[in-house]
């Protein structure tokens, strides 16, 4: 069975343009997850979607982060437009709807360097 | 207040031999799940182990085991026989009823040592 798939794996950009990082979860996934990992940190949540609609968003700097999932199956984040303190690993997570232990499976992460 | 704690930032410890690796957490409610995390320097996070708040023995899958010991609220990774592809940050993570993403700790960076 294939993970959580990732792209890209790493992206540079200057400030204040945009980026977009792809997620595809785990097949029959339901929740998929965006987590931001700093350097030295443990990852924080930016949103959470059950299915095409984001649950727990409370946290995603909406001035200048959005996010979809369109179908309720691939997910995109964008950052427009990106500042140096994004700089930092976006980890994508899904989960299937297990009410019990919800493992959740992470994907490789794109790391991003804003210049 | 922090939720989970990790105070450890390093570790070392010695091919095959044993370490465990601290975590407490903080929280009111009765019903939770702890979950044990390993990110290699290639940067995926692989789910070791869990732990449910009201499983009555401490969880293992092969060389890992967990301490938890709930009336301490700790929960701490036992790995048994360490070994040199055991390096890695490991991450003590939560998730509370009504909120289904995790909260994390800092980390421990554990080295094994030939």
């Known amino acids: 069975e294939a993970g959580v798939v990732q792209s890209p794996r790493y992206k540079i950009i200057e400030k204040k343009q945009p980026v977009a990082f792809w997620c595809n979860p785990i097949?029959?996934?339901?929740?998929l997850y965006w987590y931001l990992q700093n350097l030295g940190q443990g990852p924080e949540l930016l949103i959470r979607y059950e299915n095409e609609e984001a649950v727990d968003d409370s946290q995603l700097p909406k001035d200048r982060f959005s996010a979809e999932r369109l179908k309720g199956v691939d997910s995109t984040l964008k950052i427009q437009p990106a500042e140096l303190g994004d700089s930092a690993v976006y980890l994508c997570?899904?989960?299937?709807?297990?009410?019990?232990?919800?493992?959740?499976?992470f994907g490789p992460g794109t790391r991003l360097l804003v210049l | 207040a922090q939720k989970i704690t990790q105070t450890q930032p390093g570790m070392f410890v010695q091919e095959k031999e044993a370490v465990t690796l601290d975590c407490t957490y903080d929280t009111s409610d009765p019903s939770y799940g702890l979950f044990w995390y390993k990110q290699p320097s290639s940067g995926e996070m692989i789910f070791l182990i869990y732990?449910?708040?009201?499983?009555?023995q401490n969880a293992t899958e092969g060389r890992y085991s967990l301490n938890f010991q709930k009336a301490r609220k700790s929960a701490n990774l036992v790995i048994s026989a360490s070994q040199l592809g055991d390096s890695a940050m490991y991450f003590c993570?939560?998730?509370?009823?009504?909120?289904?993403?995790?909260?994390f700790g800092s980390g421990t960076r554990l080295q094994v040592q030939p």
């Open positions: 732990q449910g708040s009201y499983d009555q």
């Open positions: 097949s029959g996934h339901n929740t």
């Open positions: 993570a939560m998730r509370e009823t009504g909120r289904r993403a995790l909260t």
């Open positions: 997570a899904s989960s299937p709807d297990s009410k019990r232990q919800e493992t959740q499976y």
